[in-house]
């Protein structure tokens, strides 16, 4: 069965540096996500992208995030400059079609991000 | 108001047990209505997709009242493996799925 995959599993970086997560949403599948989760809280939406372009952002997702699909595949997430308070686990998620459509999304196993 | 909501519990209940969890949302215009499964520190995985007529996948159970404006989800049989925490998640509007705080189920031996 097709999966998301994501890379690292765990980054470990100095605050103030700047870190790409990488996610390789399912081939066929138009709209992709990311998500964090601090340990021991709710999953909390960062933005949506569709058609090369962010559809939806939340107000965590300021200036230091960007996203980019840079080729027919990959998705990143840039976090320019890491504060001790991004620490998290950053889940990318597809779907085949919008939120509305009543198909759900695929999430990725998930990038632990520790900030030192 | 936030726009999921879900009693987070912790529901402890024996094996065997049948146990029911609710979620509340806020947009009477939502479509789109999942619940999904959180094992601790690894991805949400999908469990089913709540439709209007209400579906069962086993022992699971989905349910969706518009009028109420919540989802349902029953456990029969519960097994020691259905330990977890059971996340509710709807698309209310546009591009984004709201995600509820979570249920979190221990079923004991």
């Known amino acids: 069965e097709p999966e998301v995959t994501q890379t690292p599993s765990h980054q470990v970086t100095q605050m103030g540096q700047e870190v790409i997560l990488r996610c390789v949403p399912i081939?066929?599948?138009?709209?992709f996500y990311w998500y964090r989760q601090i340990l021991g809280q709710k999953v909390e939406f960062l933005v949506s992208?569709?058609?090369?372009?962010?559809?939806?952002k939340s107000e965590i997702f300021d200036d230091q995030f960007s996203v980019e699909r840079p080729d027919g595949s990959n998705f990143t997430l840039k976090i320019r400059s890491t504060k001790l308070e991004d620490s998290a686990m950053y889940f990318c998620a597809s779907s085949k079609t919008g939120p509305l459509t009543g198909q759900p999304q695929h999430f990725g196993d998930g990038t632990r991000l520790s900030i030192l | 108001r936030k726009e999921v909501e879900q009693d987070p519990g912790p529901f402890n209940v024996p094996e065997g047990a049948t146990v029911a969890f609710n979620c509340t949302y806020s947009n009477s215009a939502s479509q789109s209505f999942f619940w999904y499964r959180q094992d601790c520190r690894k991805e949400p995985k999908l469990l089913m997709s709540v439709y209007s007529s209400g579906n069962e996948d086993g022992r699971f159970t989905a349910q969706l009242n518009r009028a109420s404006q919540y989802i349902s989800l029953l456990i029969r049989d519960s097994k020691l493996s259905d330990s977890a925490t059971y996340l509710c998640v709807v698309a209310l509007s546009g591009n984004q799925f709201y995600f509820g705080t979570g249920t979190s189920l221990t079923v004991i031996p």
């Open positions: 081939s066929n599948h138009l709209y």
């Open positions: 992208f569709y058609n090369n372009e962010i559809s939806e």
